[in-house]
């Protein structure tokens, strides 16, 4: 069985080399869902917490939320770099309180004190979705991803990893000594 949820998010891209409307720098609002399987939880009768799926992934996920995603060859990424290093921004500022650990992957890095992504490919919804399992699919049992983004959106389905041990209270995967993080149950 699948439990699922869902995150908008609010960034800005453009398509470099594109030739039309999307090479110039746009925003959109973006709407990622995430599914997750696994046995129904004997003890709380659920497959996993849709408020824990929410928290994990939105560690990471709020990295592209009200961030300025570019490609790492796009001539505009220097010029925006320079601007916040002028203005006293780069390094983030006091208000800056919306961001996640930053990370560095082969499709993409995470600059959350700058509030911006780097990615590898031009960012598209199916980039969208190959980023966020990446960072994702040791943390929950992903069965699919839909991404949509204005009129365009896509899908992918993946076969899930092993079932994970979970408490009977709470629904929360027991760490490798079986202890919950969260109500501190003890298998």
């Not at 090479?23 to 004997?42: A, F, K, P, R, S």
């Not at 010029?79 to 780069?90: D, K, P, T």
């Not at 911006?116 to 699919?144: C, F, H, P, S």
Request: charged residues 25%; glycine residues 8%.
């Amino acid at each position: 069985m699948r439990s699922f949820t869902t995150f908008e998010i609010q960034y800005a891209h453009r398509f470099l080399g594109f030739q039309g409307e999307a090479q110039y720098l746009h925003g959109h609002t973006g709407v990622l869902t995430l599914e997750v399987e696994d046995t129904i939880n004997t003890g709380v009768n659920m497959v996993y917490p849709c408020n824990e799926i929410k928290k994990i992934a939105w560690e990471v996920i709020q990295n592209f939320d009200h961030a300025l995603i570019l490609r790492d060859d796009d001539p505009l990424l220097p010029a925006i770099l320079s601007v916040y290093e002028e203005q006293g921004i780069r390094g983030g500022t006091t208000t800056n309180k919306q961001r996640g650990p930053a990370f560095k992957t082969e499709l993409a890095a995470a600059y959350p004190e700058s509030r911006i992504v780097v990615t590898r490919e031009t960012m598209t919804v199916e980039g969208m979705i190959r980023i966020v399992y990446e960072l994702l699919k040791d943390k929950l049992n992903i069965a699919k991803i839909t991404f949509t983004s204005g009129v365009n959106g896509s899908v992918e389905e993946y076969i899930p990893g092993a079932e994970k041990e979970r408490c009977p209270l709470c629904g929360i995967e027991l760490d490798e000594n079986g202890v919950c993080s969260k109500c501190g149950y003890r298998k």
